[in-house]
């Protein structure tokens, strides 16, 4: 899911190229930055959502940063700070800049910084009633944990759970909010043990993937 509940920006600014990039997606909008610069862009962001005071200092730093990025660490590190300094004003770019942080982090098996953007995408997909996205996104990060290799908290496993059964719950998907409370369960077993699976790697006897309800 990419922002597909916005359809088109919610706002639209003095800037119709950088408005125009962005609903052409993350790599298109990153693309006219670079060329219009910090202060074009700074400017935009903050004519997008006037109703919501950004600091300008910041927003222009972020910019700088996100532009001057060259290490794949450094890039989603800077799209993480724009996308938290935006996301009460700009909901679409915000979600955007979260979804490209969570692919980074899992290419590079940050489990901190999926969970960081899972948490701000669900938000967004729960703030726009959008609970299904919101379940996909935290099924994605299970489905991540689950692979060879994979470490993280525990805890983060049992919020994924905790999110996607109240999604469940809000979709009115009951038998599906049962079944991940069930699995939250099993889950809980492992972490009460001790056992290395509450970890690391699939904590499962076979590789089948979590799916979202239709």
Known sequence: MRSQ???SPLVFSA???????LTNGLDAWEAEVAERGVLATGKWLMQRGPEIRLDREMVYE???????SERADDLMLARAELAEIVQRADLALADLLWFAVRDLAMDMNDADMIAE?????????????EPTTAAEVWIDFLNWRREPGSS???DTVLTAFDVIIRAAEMDGAQADAARYGYLQ???QAL?????ERATV????????????WS
């Open 201 to 212: 790697g699939n904590w499962l006897p076979d590789d089948q993937p979590y799916v979202v």
């Open 62 to 68: 972020a910019i700088e940063n996100l532009l001057t």
């Open 15 to 21: 800037d119709p190229r950088l408005d125009q990039a």
């Open 5 to 7: 509940y916005f359809g």
């Open 191 to 195: 972490v009460d043990a001790a056992d």
């Open 185 to 187: 369960v099993q889950f």
């Open 152 to 154: 993280s908290d525990p």
């Open 117 to 129: 953007a899972s948490t701000h995408i669900a938000a967004i997909a729960f703030e726009v009633e």
